[in-house]
């Protein structure tokens, strides 16, 4: 698997772009965001589990039914959700991109992100969508730009990978950066892939990989009404199409991974007001599902996220978020250790403190990313979460969000 | 039933003290606190759900097994957890206090409060006991600020109440602002009472009571490792002993729940770098259950309470609060309302926004105590929540709460 650059465009057949239309203010922010594939392409998606949804997801929901889609329109700055006439709005949506690129409605996914509860106008996107179609092409970056609200840096990246012989590529873009604790999906992820995969067997992979990435992150513990991850295949790379378990399979389950871990630890790592990213490492649980509930405990603490942010080595937090996670924990064999670029130190081994020297740990604590390391020494389960500090600057954010 | 002073010695037969033993390294500060009964006395206790728990509480689930107990002695500065010695500490504070007072070790009750993971050293204790006995006397206050952490204020209440054509009498200290989001027990809470109890109805009225009292507290999600709440009943009001249900027991649990009810405020109020209490009052659930669990995620919620310091009625954050609570709720029939001493202003109804004056939702918002009122039209289960906004003060204390 190589790294390479062009992200939801890296993939054949596949063009993107991103505009201001003005539902966003400030006119150097970009609003507005659209990825087309050249042909009909299969399409997978999974979504919030708050019962709060925002229109966009009960129209997108609908409109990929049937396994397909060929494009995905995203607006910034307004979830759509929580208006009398959401659904209609985001309808309104699809149609305009029908009417600008003659994709049918039905094949558009639909999403937006921002405030919850004001009404969103179709008048700036009717307005936009013109020079935002016409502007289609190695985008990727722009539709990137578009899809921000409070995040700081553009999130994308592709990969190359081999089915069959085949060259393939996928990519993605994505966005989220605070109302981030996915619960089986999460914030708005969309990749690209011109490998050719049936939309069952396209589902089964994305659902399966969301439980080890997104559903891994936490900002700050509020899971969102918009969250979504939607992948379009478009099989432009030519390999015989995957449509069972087996190798191809999982060769393409390995590159998803790689494209959406990228995401999680850049998202964590972009979470808003953060300074540090922080992964969390837990080995030895009982089972893989002890090993994520104990990993998320832990990287969602304020707690322990205010330690990191002030470089404390404060480990007896590490410890209660263990014991208050609900799994099946032997406390008295915890060990925890803190890991950077700056070194590795052990504080807690067998559910006891032991000495270390404050100067290394803060030594360690200081650089901005982080691994807090966790051995349950129960089993073989294993399992990383993503997380970021708790500054200043994410109470500034979040205290006049709307203004 | 009528507000007194007094604290924990409001009752008959109660004496309470504090003292800086020298565990906390600011002078200032007590860190050492005893409260004795003149007689054996029914003791009812909650605790923790943490799977790590401090050593205090292993010893003092041994030492009120039997239903009774006679004193409580707590430190503040170190919480006595996974420490290798710990449960031998906490035996020796209780024979600390034999010594001095004559009350057999077995009835005492021991808790502490602080960092996790540090060696609690008895020598400090040891030193201080001497004075902390001989100064008991009207001292609620002093034991008070003995248990106190990050907490800016001391919290102690007392009521008269009536009991059978007996005055009794009820009162509390209580100490926590941080690591907190009890589950069955919370923080630290000490309640007397000269009321006659059994300890079996005595332990009924006080599980019944958590339930809508700290448990509904939530400052930062945390569940810590050292929550106690504790209740000790000395009989000498001489009414005649409540020993089942009835109108006697009703009258009891009214007096306790107006002694946990007055100090869950003040504990969300004085929240870790909190500025303003946040009541969140649940209506028209299906069931008081998904009332509780809908108060308590709204309550909770990390976005909600930055827009709370910041005066913003970002009401779509409480409506994602309520979706991702996991309760059976028609988010169709959510209503939101703010309310203060500055009015009342109506945000949402029946899941959608309406029209409201900003200027006016600043006023109702900007004052020091706020109740967000949420209707959920589809029954008779209501529940209150405590907790507080969230402010750089809170990630301040906790970036370098051991130094």
């Not at 397909?68 to 700055?77: D, F, M, P, T, W």
């Not at 929580?82 to 690129?101: Q, R, W």
């Not at 449509?243 to 393409?252: L, Q, R």
Request: net charge neutral; with cysteine.
């Amino acid at each position: 698997m190589k790294k390479i650059t062009g992200g939801v465009c890296a993939a054949q057949g596949f063009k993107a772009n991103g505009v201001h239309c003005g539902i966003r203010k400030n006119k150097t922010k970009r609003d507005l965001a659209l990825i087309v594939s050249d042909v009909r392409a299969s399409a997978a998606c999974v979504y919030t589990q708050n019962l709060v949804k925002g229109a966009p997801i009960l129209v997108t929901k609908a409109h990929v039914a049937d396994g397909y889609a060929q494009a995905i329109v995203c607006n910034s700055g307004n979830a759509n959700t929580c208006n009398a006439d959401g659904v209609e709005i985001a309808e309104g949506m699809c149609s305009l991109v029908e009417k600008h690129t003659g994709i049918p409605a039905s094949d558009v996914v639909v999403a937006s992100t921002g405030v919850i509860g004001q009404p969103l106008s179709l008048e700036p996107i009717a307005g936009g969508m013109g020079s935002l179609v016409k502007g289609l092409g190695e985008n990727s970056d722009f539709a990137a730009q578009g899809i921000m609200t409070t995040d700081t840096v553009e999130k994308q990246v592709a990969y190359t990978f081999e089915l069959g012989g085949k060259e393939c590529r996928i990519g993605a873009i994505g966005k989220g950066v605070g109302m981030i604790n996915p619960n089986m999906a999460t914030m708005l992820i969309f990749v690209t892939t011109d490998a050719a995969i049936s939309p069952e067997m396209l589902q089964k992979a994305l659902s399966a990989d969301v439980k080890d990435s997104f559903n891994m992150v936490s900002v700050d513990g509020d899971t969102s009404t918009n969250d979504m991850v939607c992948v379009l295949a478009n099989g432009l790379a030519g390999n015989a199409p995957v449509e069972s378990a087996g190798k191809d399979f999982t060769a393409f389950r390995k590159a998803l991974s790689k494209v959406t871990t990228y995401l999680c630890r850049k998202i964590a790592k972009d979470g808003e007001g953060a300074t540090k990213l922080l992964e969390c490492k837990v080995t030895g649980a009982k089972s893989k599902k002890i090993a994520r509930t104990v990993a998320k405990s832990v990287i969602s603490s304020s707690l322990f996220k205010a330690a990191m942010f002030g470089a404390d080595a404060n480990w007896g937090r590490v410890l209660c978020a263990v014991g208050y996670s609900g799994a099946d924990v032997d406390i008295n064999k915890v060990d925890v250790s803190f890991k950077s670029k700056a070194g590795t130190i052990d504080v807690c081994r067998g559910g006891s403190g032991i000495p270390f020297s404050e100067e290394e740990a803060k030594k360690v604590l200081s650089a901005d990313e982080i691994e807090v390391l966790i051995g349950l020494g129960d089993g073989n389960g294993r399992a990383t979460a993503w997380g970021c500090d708790l500054t200043y600057e994410y109470v500034k954010i979040n205290g006049d969000y709307r203004t």
